[in-house]
């Protein structure tokens, strides 16, 4: 499974950011990891049939889908058309510009729960 996941990211607040977060927790039997971008928090995590990116665990209003088949347990991916190969931003998301992801390595394997990093260039 996907331990780590990094997020690069740019909705027209404080441009592009490149941040880590390791797993979470577990729902619906695939990884989820929560990021803060400038204020808000984005949750990547699995419907079961698609990954999605909401502010919370489970729920709330989706900025962007990936629906891949088959699902996988890492949404490695960039933002694009059609939904099955990349990220699509919810139409009521006018300002999400970048928007990627890519399984890393974690840099403590011991202990990478909750653990997140933000990259600076």
């Not at 977060?21 to 698609?50: C, M, Q």
């Amino acid at each position: 499974m996907c331990q780590c996941l990094q997020l690069t990211i740019d909705a027209g607040t404080t441009g592009v950011q490149t941040t880590i977060a390791s797993a979470g927790g577990t729902l619906n039997g695939k990884n989820y990891w929560s990021f803060t971008y400038d204020t808000y928090t984005i949750v990547i995590w699995s419907t079961g049939s698609l990954w999605i990116a909401t502010p919370v665990l489970g729920g709330g209003t989706p900025q962007a889908r990936y629906a891949p088949s088959p699902l996988g347990d890492c949404p490695e991916t960039s933002l694009g058309s059609p939904v099955n190969n990349f990220w699509i931003k919810d139409a009521s998301n006018k300002v999400l510009k970048t928007f990627s992801t890519l399984g890393v390595l974690c840099l403590d394997n011991t202990n990478s729960e909750n653990q997140e990093r933000t990259i600076r260039d």
